[in-house]
């Protein structure tokens, strides 16, 4: 009974009615908040908190080792290491590559994001298949290749994955970019390790992660002045900025900025009108932008009313160009660094990776 007790507790806020298995050890995760895992006698069990709903379960995997070991809880069954998979995102091809399994892609979806030379170099020479658009793939060539487990990403009210469901194949839904923080997002990294047999490389690579993202956030904590920072750029009407609980919200605050939406809830990006957001720019030190393609100031700022207002260093991310979708999602440490770089250019901060550069 405390053992069942212990292992509701670290994976709160599940529903009651969907019991874990009794006994195991719980694996420690010390900043994710919508994943938990269970080690077993002969598997793993990895439970993901539905980040929309948290009193709900989202999905139950478990990670068997051997093809006859006996599960004695309801789940998805994966048999361990997966020896082919379906990725439908750049940032999980990455780390696949990090950790050393890449020979596990064997399809990908929405190729032409994905600015990986060796997955490209892949679907050029027939060894990974072009699964074509990730909301609808090809799903005759996923029944061709037949792979161990479908990798998509999970949106709130999509309606499940309609006809990928009915194929029968294993899907595992991949929802860390929802996490409430930038290390707790990376530390995913640990359960997709596992799928693959890479558990403790990936928890080696945490580690690492960790450490240096704690150093330079106490680093960036020292600073007594802090720029204030807005980030992107209307559309259609709409502001989407991140809110205060998100990812990058708190990658701001890390880095030491004001930033100008600190105080919205919510973990992911919320729409507000041009004037809410006009009132909080004008005062702004910092703009950063992310968008697929270069552009200038002018570009970015004509036909929108009020824009010219905005007197803020103006810094862009092209994801054409650069491998930030790739790269930070995992690698959070390396953004910070090059966010402190601009908000504290005073702290002398040296990093390979920018990925924000000025525009006039």
């Known amino acids: 009974m405390l053992l069942a007790i212990l292992t509701a507790t ?3 806020g599940r529903q009651t009615s969907v019991p874990t298995a009794e006994g195991g ?16 006698a002969g598997y793993t069990e990895a439970v993901i908190r539905n980040p929309w709903d948290t009193t709900r379960i989202l999905n ?32 999980h091809c990455a780390l696949l590559q990090e950790l050393g399994c890449q020979d596990a892609i064997g399809g990908v979806c929405e190729l032409k994001y994905i ?22 793939p090809n799903t005759e060539r996923i029944m061709e290749l037949m792979p161990d487990v479908l990798m998509p990403n999970v949106f709130e009210n999509n309606g499940g994955f309609g006809r990928l469901e009915r194929m029968g194949i294993p ?26 047999g890479k558990g403790e490389r990936a928890d080696s690579l945490f580690a690492c992660i960790e450490k240096e993202y704690l150093a330079l956030r106490h680093t960036a ?9 807005i980030n992107e750029v209307p559309h259609s009407g709409k502001w989407f900025v991140a809110a205060g609980e998100s990812t990058m919200g708190q990658m701001y605050q890390d880095a030491g900025a004001a930033y100008a939406f600190a105080h919205i809830p919510g973990s992911g990006s919320v729409a507000l009108s041009i004037e809410e957001v006009l009132e909080k720019a004008v005062h702004a030190d910092l703009w950063m932008i992310k968008r697929y393609g270069s552009a200038t100031r002018k570009q970015l700022t004509d ?3 009020g824009l010219h207002r905005i007197k803020a260093s103006m810094w862009l991310c092209d994801t054409q160009t650069s491998r930030y979708f790739e790269e930070t999602p995992f ?10 770089q601009i908000f504290h250019p005073e702290l002398n901060i040296k990093t390979d990776k920018t990925y924000f550069q000025p525009i006039e």
């Open 10 to 12: 670290a994976c709160a």
């Open 25 to 40: 050890d719980t694996i420690p995760m010390r900043h994710a908040r919508n994943l938990c895992m269970v080690r077993h």
């Open 60 to 91: 139950r995997y478990i990670l068997a080792e051997d093809r006859e070991t006996d599960i004695p809880t309801a789940g998805t069954r994966l048999n361990v290491p997966l020896r082919k998979a379906v990725v439908f995102s750049s940032v």
């Open 115 to 136: 600015h990986i030379p060796y997955i490209q170099e892949g679907v050029r020479e027939g060894r990974i298949a072009d699964m074509g658009n990730g909301t609808a």
């Open 171 to 196: 899907i595992v839904g991949c929802a860390e970019y929802m996490e409430t923080s930038p290390l707790a997002q990376a530390e995913w990294m640990r359960f997709y390790g596992r799928l693959f």
């Open 221 to 229: 904590e020292s600073v007594k002045e802090k720029p204030v920072v």
């Open 303 to 305: 036909g929108l009313p």
């Open 331 to 340: 690698h959070p440490e390396w953004l910070l660094k090059n966010l402190i």
